[in-house]
């Protein structure tokens, strides 16, 4: 599946590229900045960020699922979950739709 359109970056790339990083070591913070800069690409439009956190989240918790103790790390991305639910884009940079430029 295409997750970035401008950089024409598949899902399957993405995942390749967080489990390398992950393998290099396990507890590291791996954000969509950091993906990308591992892929030599950069965020253009980065309306495919939500995606790609998503993708991190997703492979990080099955990578972590499988390694031995797995208890407090699904916990801690439970937490992450909880965060992007109370603070996601429905605050969308606090503007509101009067103050739109176009």
């Known amino acids: 599946m295409l997750i970035c359109h401008c950089n024409v970056m598949t899902e399957k790339e993405i995942e390749r590229t ?41 492979v990080t918790e099955a990578y972590h699922s499988r390694a031995e103790v797995h208890a407090d790390i699904v916990s801690h991305l439970d937490r992450v979950r909880e965060l992007r639910v109370k603070f996601g884009s429905r605050f969308n940079e606090r503007r509101s739709k009067g103050h739109r430029a176009a």
């Not at 800069?37 to 960020?49: I, L, P, Q, T, Y």
């Open 18 to 58: 967080i489990i390398e990083m992950l393998d290099e070591d396990a507890w590291q913070l791996i954000v969509p900045a950091k993906v990308y800069h591992r892929m030599n690409k950069r965020g253009r439009c980065c309306g495919c960020f939500p995606n790609v956190v998503e993708t991190i989240i997703r």
